[in-house]
């Protein structure tokens, strides 16, 4: 039985990245290896979906620049939470090995703060991922 999602949900999330190919290269395997699974591939976009939701990385024709800046106006960050501490620790293994750099390495995993277990991946294009391991 397919239960509807709960109003306020989030339904998707599109993001606009100067290479698409670089990007479906960074985000593909790490949102795999977060159990999404490829949803719609386009010529100029990809998306990944886990349950109702799915993120679309999209190499837009109208792109107003070329680079992205995390710290201007607009996207910092997508979050995503991990069951455990090990399960962090071998996903950040696969991204690094896939190309992402670990940022606050010499805080990691509590860069967020003592009570906080995360870690936080830069890809080539400046795009941040935090991964957010289970703290109760």
Excluded: I, K
Excluded at 64 to 86: E, I
């Amino acid at each position: 039985m397919t239960v509807p999602p709960v109003t306020g949900s989030l339904h998707h999330v599109e993001v606009w990245v100067p290479d698409l190919g670089r990007a479906a290269a960074s985000f593909g395997p790490l949102l795999e290896a977060l159990g999404y699974t490829p949803f719609q591939s386009w010529e100029r976009g990809r998306s990944w979906r886990l349950g109702a939701t799915y993120l679309v990385f999209e190499e837009s024709p109208a792109l107003s620049a070329h680079t992205h800046d995390r710290l201007r106006p607009g996207l910092n960050h997508l979050a995503f939470h991990v069951a455990t501490r090990a399960e962090l620790d071998r996903l950040v293994e696969g991204a690094v090995r896939g190309g992402w750099r670990l940022m606050f390495p010499d805080r990691h995993p509590h860069a967020g703060g003592e009570q906080s277990c995360a870690a936080y991946l830069e890809d080539a294009d400046g795009f941040e991922v935090e991964l957010v391991a289970a703290v109760w």
